[in-house]
């Protein structure tokens, strides 16, 4: 069945510091490809996305790019701050029989220090 | 912007008691989810419906029955509640077609006693 690998936390850094957070799935198919964020108390926010290999998602000075060769989805930033602490976690959905359902990884629990 | 609406935000109830845990979606979005995610844990699947059919399902006890109105909202009926259940209760809605872009609502945290 399909599956999300994500690095294991919990990542620890200083402001400004560069983040990387690794993501690799198996899935059947073109799966689409989501990085999810959860702040603390609250729901999930997308993050951003990819549909098709070689498309790089990008918001908030977060990028991903969907690498089919691979099967990563790896999440970078280049310069963290306090507020990106959250937890962060790579879905993907593979759109098999008409549903779009997500599939998550464990999650990465991100805390970036003054 | 609308976003997706879950009531209660907080539900705690006793073992063997019933829960109904509501989802409003954006609207005009046309599918809703709903995922279970247990302490420190990533969501899980439970059941999903389009257009107000069940349209896939995944790991959803027995014990637990959805549906979606023609208001396009949905319920998540809960009975026979176990302390094991306790956890935060997702609704997410999406526009079929949207390559699987899910936007989630603030969740239903339930504690079971």
């Known amino acids: 069945g399909n599956s999300v690998t994500q690095m294991e936390g919990p990542v620890t850094l200083s402001e400004e510091a560069f983040l990387t957070i690794n993501c690799t799935y198996t899935?059947?198919?073109?799966?689409?490809l989501f990085w999810y964020v959860q702040y603390p108390g609250e729901g999930l926010q997308l993050l951003l996305k990819a549909t098709k290999a070689d498309d790089k998602g990008s918001n908030k000075g977060f990028e991903a790019t969907y690498r089919k060769e691979t099967t990563s989805f790896h999440l970078e930033k280049g310069s963290v701050q306090v507020s990106d602490s959250a937890v962060y976690f790579c879905?993907?959905?593979?759109?098999?029989?008409?549903?779009?359902?997500?599939?998550f990884g464990k999650g990465t629990k991100l805390t970036v220090n003054p | 912007a609308a976003g997706v609406i879950q009531s209660p935000r907080h539900l705690i109830k006793e073992k063997r008691e019933t829960a109904t845990l509501k989802c409003y979606p954006i609207p005009r979005h046309d599918t809703v989810y709903w995922y279970q995610q247990g302490p420190g844990q990533d969501p899980q699947f439970l059941i999903s419906?389009?257009?107000?059919?069940?349209?896939d399902k995944g790991s959803i006890p027995d014990r637990f029955s959805a549906q979606q109105f023609s208001d396009y909202h949905s319920e998540l009926n809960m009975s026979s509640l176990e302390l094991g259940d306790s956890a935060l209760y997702f609704c997410?809605?999406?526009?079929?077609?949207?390559?699987?872009?899910?936007?989630f609502g603030p969740g239903t945290r339930l504690t079971v006693l």
């Open positions: 419906f389009y257009e107000k059919m069940q349209s």
């Open positions: 879905a993907l959905s593979d759109g098999q029989g008409g549903s779009e359902k997500l599939v």
């Open positions: 997410a809605s999406s526009l079929s077609g949207r390559a699987g872009t899910q936007y």
């Open positions: 899935a059947t198919g073109y799966p689409s």
